[in-house]
């Protein structure tokens, strides 16, 4: 005991709960070192192959909310900025890469998917000092995972005709992508691979919190010779992604965050010639049955929540167990988080990282006290935090009503309701029972009870005995308020064709 406050006294940003007489194995420090990662001190708008000054004249600091840090600063696009981009992509549309062969095409995404491979490390770390997620999920998750998406789009490219048999295909010209600050450069790639894949130019805007590995994928396009102007990444927030989706030269809009942006895009675009995807937010049920194998159940419920500081659409940030099994379920999670490292993201043996900004934690904490004023129980982990950045504890509640807002509204956060149920029947309808219809999943030892719910379950995914699975070969999209169309696998190409 008396070495664990040692150690955390010694390492303020990492810090391990304390547990008396829990028997927890002690982790020395292991922080990743930045010295890998370049990073500018500004960053310019990625235009027609360029790094080019904005015409807003305006820039942005990007801060690393593990230390509150500034890391750099990049330009805000104006709509005048928006345009040089949209023209730059309409130009390399026309004149270059809708005429290129297919196969040459392919081994441009291949370059991409190879150079992402390369700067596997740095792309980690920078993703993590910008966003706040622990290295180890940037490490073996984000990164890796984006170099996959360009690696299948790429084998697609020249065998669209194999995909799409006697049909007629073709591109649509250019994308207008927007994407969220959860996974900065796995959204950019999963939005850029199929479209230039499918034969599209791109102009893409990352979020206003993450802008850096967008950036320097950017770096990468320009060093593996694509021709100017096939992809073209801007920086600004709302008001720049506005401004993408009004463009009146843009063909398709991919749009990925919160519900009430996408709402607001789904009306700009409508009676437009404009396509759309829209991938929005989630309230994903997590069912623990009786005869489910409880420990990896447990695991699979912490990883499905905890994971990215619960930063993620498909967070199955409901969890519903089968009343005879609930009180040893309880006591099983409450020992995992207690073992849960909450601190320094760069650090290799941290489970929680750093909440994205500011404003987000401010809207977790803003459900914390709406579930207690709404009669549930909070449950928080004892563990020190940093005093700098925005941390919180894994957080529970019990006794949740149906009806109350923490289980109906996206916390998109640490923050886990628990409820209860007896039949597969009451359950089905208590999961469905939300606006919202991205994902799910199913704990069982029977394959019955498996496929019985997941024909009922109005969710795009439902995982069985695993939770938080990606793969560029599978689909990924929802249902109601999680938005349309599919993204990933060959479903992905049609979003970006006219068939
Ligand atoms: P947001 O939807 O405002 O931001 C997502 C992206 O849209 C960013 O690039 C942003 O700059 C851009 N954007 C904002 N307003 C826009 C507009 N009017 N037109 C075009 N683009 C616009 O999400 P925010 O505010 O960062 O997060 C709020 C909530 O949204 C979160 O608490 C969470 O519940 C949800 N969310 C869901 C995500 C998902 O993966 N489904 C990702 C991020 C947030
Ligand atoms: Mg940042």
Excluded at 152 to 166: E, I, R, S, T, V
Excluded at 474 to 485: A, C, D, H, L
Aim: aromatic fraction near 8%; include cysteine; charged fraction near 20%.
């Amino acid at each position: 005991m008396a070495s664990i406050s040692k150690t955390i006294k010694k390492n303020k940003q990492s810090v391990a709960p304390l547990l008396e007489g829990s028997g927890m194995i002690e982790y020395a420090p292991a922080p990743e070192s930045k010295s890998s990662a370049k990073i500018n001190a500004k960053y310019d708008l990625f235009i027609n192959g360029k790094f080019e000054k904005p015409l807003s004249k305006k820039y942005f600091d990007t801060i690393n909310p593990a230390t509150e840090e500034k890391i750099s600063t990049v330009a805000e696009a104006n709509a005048a900025d928006v345009d040089r981009a949209v023209k730059a992509a309409r130009n390399a549309y026309n004149k270059v890469w809708s005429k290129m062969p297919a196969k040459e095409r392919a081994k441009y995404i291949y370059r991409i998917a190879r150079m992402i491979q390369e700067r596997a490390r740095e792309l980690a770390i920078i993703e993590t000092m910008d966003g706040g997620k622990p290295i180890r999920e940037s490490r073996d998750i984000d990164v890796p995972i984006a170099a996959n998406h360009f690696f299948y789009y790429a084998g697609w490219a020249d065998k669209l005709q194999y995909a799409y048999p006697n049909k007629k295909i073709e591109s649509l010209g250019v994308a207008g992508q927007i994407i969220p600050w959860n996974f900065p450069l796995l959204m950019a790639a999963w939005k850029i691979a199929p479209a230039l894949a499918t034969g599209n130019t791109v102009v893409l805007k990352p979020a206003e919190t993450t802008p850096l590995t967008a950036l320097k994928l950017a770096e990468i396009i320009q060093e593996s010779d694509l021709p100017p102007g096939v992809v073209n990444i801007i920086t600004g927030a709302g008001a720049t992604g506005a401004a993408i989706v009004n463009h009146p030269d843009i063909n398709k809009i991919a749009f990925t965050g919160s519900t009430d942006v996408g709402k607001i895009i789904q009306r700009a675009v409508a009676g437009t010639n404009k396509k759309i995807t829209l991938e929005l937010g989630g309230k994903a049920a997590n069912i623990i049955f009786d005869d489910a194998p409880l420990d990896q159940a447990v695991e699979g419920v912490i990883n499905g929540i905890f994971f990215n500081q619960g930063h993620v659409c498909c967070a199955g940030s409901r969890l519903f167990v089968q009343e005879s099994v609930y009180k040893i379920v309880l006591q099983k999670l409450k020992d995992r988080l207690a073992t849960l490292i909450v601190g320094d993201p760069l650090d290799k043996n941290t489970d929680i990282g750093a909440i994205n900004s500011k404003q987000q934690m401010d809207n977790i904490h803003k459900y914390l006290k709406i579930g207690e004023k709404e009669g549930a129980e909070m449950y928080q982990t004892q563990c020190i935090l940093p005093k700098k950045g925005f941390f919180m504890p894994p957080t529970l509640f019990t006794n949740v009503a149906q009806s109350s807002r923490i289980a109906q509204e996206e916390i998109f956060g640490p923050v886990l309701t628990i409820q209860t149920f007896r039949t597969d029947d009451e359950v089905i309808e208590k999961a469905n029972n939300t606006p919202y219809g991205l994902s799910a999943g199913v704990w069982t030892d029977k394959g019955s009870k498996i496929f019985n719910l997941t024909t009922k379950m109005r969710a795009g995914v439902v995982w069985a005995n695993t939770y938080n699975k990606f793969d560029p070969t599978s689909p990924f999209g929802g249902y109601k308020e999680s938005g349309f169309g599919r993204e990933g696998g060959l479903h992905g190409l049609s979003a970006y064709l006219n068939v």
